[in-house]
């Protein structure tokens, strides 16, 4: 009497198993590397954009025109700046030139923090696993909330009297 098999033939199974091999899928790189070796990256937060211009140096880091220190008072919104440099190792290696438009001052430093890693990555697309794993290539989304009419504010009502 002849076995029975439920798995198919031996052509079935190396199709299968070809079928098991992941092809990785091909990295996205939003920056652009001009003929110069200088990194463009374009970051949005809110309401804000900026222009990222990336090229090795020696850590010179100007936004609009004036130094990082000078712009952002707020220590949190450079530390905010600085983690990409930081965790792709490029702190000091890399002169940065920021214009940026639009927001305030957090929105702005998102901005900048987008702009960077997407500028880095077009240097060295290598940096990708580590720029997108501390999340710095991710375009935080969230707008303010439109205002309704009936409402006070998006979603604050009137005061309610009930006398």
């Not at 965790?87 to 702005?108: H, P, R, S, Y």
């Not at 997108?132 to 935080?140: A, I, P, V």
Request: some cysteine.
């Amino acid at each position: 009497m002849p076995e029975l098999t439920f798995g198919g033939s031996e052509a079935a199974a190396s199709e299968a198993a070809a079928a098991a091999v992941v092809e990785p899928a091909p990295v996205i790189v939003r920056g652009k590397l001009d003929r110069f070796g200088t990194a463009w990256g374009t970051g949005r937060r809110k309401t804000s954009v900026a222009r990222v211009q990336v090229k090795a140096g020696s850590g010179k880091f100007l936004v609009n025109g004036r130094p990082m220190e000078q712009y952002f008072c707020v220590e949190r919104d450079r530390q905010m700046i600085e983690a990409p440099l930081r965790a792709t190792e490029k702190f000091g290696a890399v002169d940065i030139a920021v214009n940026v438009e639009g927001g305030g001052t957090t929105g702005q430093a998102g901005a900048i923090v987008l702009g960077i890693a997407r500028a880095l990555e077009a240097m060295n697309p290598s940096l990708h696993q580590t720029l997108g794993d501390n999340g710095f290539l991710t375009r935080d989304s969230r707008m303010v909330e439109r205002k309704k009419y009936g409402y006070k504010k998006a979603r604050r009502s009137f005061q309610f009297s009930k006398r």
